[in-house]
């Protein structure tokens, strides 16, 4: 199994499951993080509210970089994974 291969959601039904939870998260980090960006940008046009712009704009960007960091976290699960699955398949062969 290689890191970051489109066949890696379908090696098992297990496979699949763990591909849709951090498909899920991935999602919701991308909305979360696009919404704090518009909304920082909104207040941005007022000097009264741009500690709080600043502030979205901070977290907005942390949660981008989670994006690649939950990708990553999800190959890194299919290679344990597939691991156990290779040491169960020995166990039984």
């Known amino acids: 199994m290689s890191l970051f291969h489109p066949?890696?959601?379908r090696l098992s039904p297990e496979h699949a499951?763990?591909?849709a939870a951090y498909e899920i998260a991935h999602t919701l980090v991308d909305f979360s993080a696009a919404g704090l960006f518009v909304v920082g940008s909104i207040l941005f046009f007022y000097k009264s509210t741009t500690?709080?712009?600043t502030w979205m704009f901070l977290v907005?960007?942390?949660f981008f970089g989670m994006k690649p960091t939950i990708r990553l976290l999800r190959e890194l699960k299919f290679l344990r994974m597939g691991r156990y699955a290779a040491?169960?398949?020995e166990v039984d062969g």
């Open 60 to 62: 907005g960007s942390i």
């Open 51 to 53: 500690y709080a712009a």
């Open 17 to 19: 499951k763990v591909w």
């Open 87 to 89: 040491l169960a398949e």
């Open 7 to 9: 066949d890696n959601s």
